[in-house]
């Protein structure tokens, strides 16, 4: 299985996802907003790799934690997205960062009363 089929697999099976190109790379979208965008060594960055967004603190803590798996992507790291290599990462843990993306994204786009409800 390539990386993009892995990200494809793990990001399709959560619930109002659709996939589409943004910025020339495979981006997943949970509703109206970007839960998670694939890089294929992106302007020669030499990642392959899947950015997330994270709550505040997230990306300074994961990549401290490991930053040979996680790092601070150009352009949305300063929005708190973190990037996460995908040759260094198993499906569990890789799947439980999508879903916690997925999670945060919704909420953000859900009014603050029906986000304590449904999440």
């Given amino acids: ?10 990001c399709l099976a959560l619930p109002s996802t659709f996939e589409k190109l943004s910025h020339g790379e495979p981006t997943f979208f949970a509703g109206k907003r970007t839960f998670a965008m694939f890089s294929d060594n992106h302007h020669n960055d030499g990642h392959v790799a899947v950015m997330i967004p994270a709550e505040p603190g997230v990306q300074e803590e994961l990549i401290a934690t490991d930053p040979a798996t996680y790092y ?5 790291g300063s929005a708190g997205w973190v990037g996460i290599e995908l040759g260094r990462i ?18 953000k786009q859900l009014p603050k009363k029906k986000v304590r409800a449904t999440l």
């Fill in 72 to 76: 601070r992507p150009p352009y949305v």
């Fill in 90 to 107: 198993d499906d569990e843990e890789l799947g439980a960062h999508l879903i916690e993306a997925h999670r945060f994204i919704l909420r």
């Fill in 1 to 10: 299985m390539t990386p993009l089929e892995r990200v494809r697999r793990l």
